[in-house]
């Protein structure tokens, strides 16, 4: 059974930064886009970040742009998402899921590893 394993979280200050990494167990983990999203108390799960299967091309959502970069290493079999300038409002679990096909959104991800918890203090 593929596992995922997101780690990096944390508490940081505002301004701050923290660098995430999901690790999978998949041999295939290479074939496929990766992704990540994130999920703030009460609220739904949005997406964050996808790259594709080689690392070229990647997509984030608006809110991230300029402040987080997505990036992978398939002989590492591992995701990384560096995030800077980290505001409150970016406090939530993250979550990392691999999608067989290119999507801007949580469509076509899963299954969906446990996550990590980022807070950010004002």
Known sequence: QVQLAESGGGLVQAGGSL?????????????????WSRQAPGKEREFVAVISSS?????????????????????????????????????????????PHATRSLVGFGPWGQGTQVTVSS
């Open 19 to 35: 660098s995430l990494s999901c690790t999978s167990t998949a041999q295939s983990f290479h074939n496929y886009f990766m992704g």
């Open 55 to 99: 690392g070229d091309w990647t997509y984030y959502a608006d809110f991230v742009k300029g402040r987080f970069t997505i990036s992978r290493d398939n002989t590492e079999k591992t995701m990384y998402l560096q995030m800077n300038n980290l505001q409150p409002e970016d406090t939530a679990v993250y979550f990392c899921a691999p999608s």
